[in-house]
């Protein structure tokens, strides 16, 4: 009673900036995911948020609700690179797109066995695919219409794609840990050496060398992977709070490392996960990370 409310939503920290964060938009939201425009430098960027899918058009410094109320807790939002008008957003309740530049937004759920989506990748080479409680599933006409991948793992949290290799995606879940697909998703492997966690939320491909991969999850800290996710070893020195929901990996110095704790805010390396401090937003829940590249 009486208490102030912190703040909440997002945050942005300029490059040198060390342990020093700027919030931009509505400062009482949950904000569970963030994504840039593609080809916008900056000027366009999306927030996955509890009340919607949050727009801005001049980098931040003002802000829109792009949904109507039937859109709430947004888990993940996703524009198409190839298209600046069309942008997917998933939620507990599904999948949702538009294809006017946010005006308008329409439900796309077809074949999905779960409708709790928490994520989705627009994929390199084409194609979509989601993460859905009851599994992964993919779409190759712009998510009309959705088949089961082949990883039926309930409790799927966490899909990525290799940036080398379109073929080579990694799944993170709830209690049955991470798997590999080296065939586009057909046939699926536990990714198992080195590991002794089995929930993961966070995995990034180092965008320089494509042998390194990270991955982290509850109380995993970070793991990392130099031989293409053959094998891992847990990368934790420093890092005061192992609870990882993100991790990103700076495409102009891939030495330089961030991991979003839930409760202890933001670490960085600079060696590439072999130590890390604090950077910054202590006790925070940090649910996503995105790294400015213009």
Known sequence: MGAANPETGV???????????AHTGSRTIRAFGAAQGPGSRGRVM?????NGVHLTRDGGRTWKITTGWRVTEVMCVAPDPSDTNTVYCTTPYGIFKTTDGCATWSAMNAGLGSLYVPALIVRKG?????????????????????ERMGLSVRGTRVLAQSPFDPLFLIAGTEEYGLFVS???????????????????YAVAFDPVNPDIVYAGGYVTGVYKSVDGAKSWKRTNEGLANLNVHAIAVDPRDDSRVYAATLWGGVYASTDGGANWKSAGLGGA?????VIDTF
């Open 126 to 146: 084409g194609g979509l695919s989601c993460v859905s409680e009851d599994g992964l599933f993919e779409s190759a006409d712009g998510a009309r219409h959705w």
């Open 182 to 200: 080296r065939d586009g998703g057909r046939v699926w492997s536990r990714s198992e050496s080195g590991v002794d966690h089995m929930t993961f």
């Open 285 to 289: 829940q940090v649910w996503s990370i």
């Open 46 to 50: 999306y927030i996955a948020a509890g």
């Open 11 to 21: 945050f942005v920290q300029q490059s040198g900036d060390d342990t020093v964060w």
